[in-house]
């Protein structure tokens, strides 16, 4: 049986068609996956995430081992509150998870990983703690969910009380803040300004209630990730693997490579490949014409070789067909897309295709 949020009889009384997502009962959307998608971009939008997996790390060598197990430097949150995204790598420079991790008061850090991965997850980073004095402490008391979309920052507002709304109204993009038992954070997965709130299972339901009598509409999976592709974000399991290195999957930008002497998981492999170039790299595609792109669609560049789509979509917001997909290092900027044994003509562009609400390419 699949595990279901502190939400669940709340998406089923708003009709949700649920879904099997990573092991839980999750709302695909409720009732029109396009109007959510929409709703997002012009709006806002309220998305039950409590499947996501959220992890304490503490001890006084907590900063030493998350140094040693992160690709990207801890020692970059300087403050209470600050957030980095980046990736855990195995020997080889695959990624076997990409995630925010939040600094946390009295040492500690909190991190947030993808649901269909807890497992493995949380043996790798037990298993890479040895030789040093850290803990670790699932926190599946806490509900997870995210307010995105132009309007999501008023909305947010309304539902907090004087001090509280004036704390958070200075949030920067990738800050965050603990009030009492809720945490703040102004990070997303869609393109768009919003929040990411962290609230105790039995005190998320009046929150999503507020939210939901100030006009923010609930939003499913399914217009979660047609709005983190038209984001150019990628999807783990699909865009990015143990199989697929940081550099092959456009996540080179969140390596820290200095200083030197920071022997994390993974280095040895990717300076390798750095020094060697990468063979394959991640683009953006443009369907020219009508059609959709599909994740396991052949693509040909003419003259270089070939490739393979990770993710596709019919993109709301551009009315085109878009896609992520691993091409030739070679590769310029047009392609051939296969599609049911027809090759149609793509654009190759640079992710992302849409922000905050506007056209990228």
Known sequence: MAKRTSLYHHH???NARMVNFGGWDMPLHYGSQLEEHHQVRSAAGVFDVSHMTIVDVAGPQARDYLRHLLANDVDKLDKVGKALYGCMLNEQGGVIDDLIVYR??????RLVVNAATRDKDLDWMKNQAGGYEVAFHERDDLAMI????????DLVLQQ???????????????TAVLLEDRLI??????????????????????????????????????????????????????DMDESITAL???????VAW???????????????????????????????????????????VDGVGEGVISSGTYSPTLKLGIALARVPAATADSCWVEIRGKYLSARVVRPPFVRQGKSCI
């Open 185 to 238: 954070a102004r990070t997303g997965y869609t393109g768009e300004d919003g929040f990411e709130l962290m609230i105790t299972n039995d005190r998320v339901a009046e929150f999503w209630r507020g939210l939901l009598d100030s006009g923010v509409k609930p939003v499913g999976l399914g217009a979660r990730d047609t709005l983190r592709l038209e984001a150019g974000m990628n999807l783990y399991g699909t």
């Open 146 to 153: 995210a307010v995105q979309g132009p309007k999501a920052r």
């Open 12 to 14: 089923i009384e708003q």
């Open 258 to 300: 200095l200083p030197e002497d920071r022997g994390f998981i993974g280095r040895d492999a990717l300076e390798t490949q750095r020094r060697d170039g990468v063979k394959r790299k991640r683009v953006g595609l443009v369907l020219q014409g009508k059609g959709v792109l599909r994740s396991h669609q052949r693509v040909l």
């Open 248 to 254: 092959e999957c456009g996540s080179g930008w969140t």
């Open 160 to 174: 907090l009380n004087d001090q509280d709304r004036r704390i958070i109204a200075a949030l920067s993009p990738f």
């Open 104 to 109: 946390m008061p009295t040492g500690s850090y």
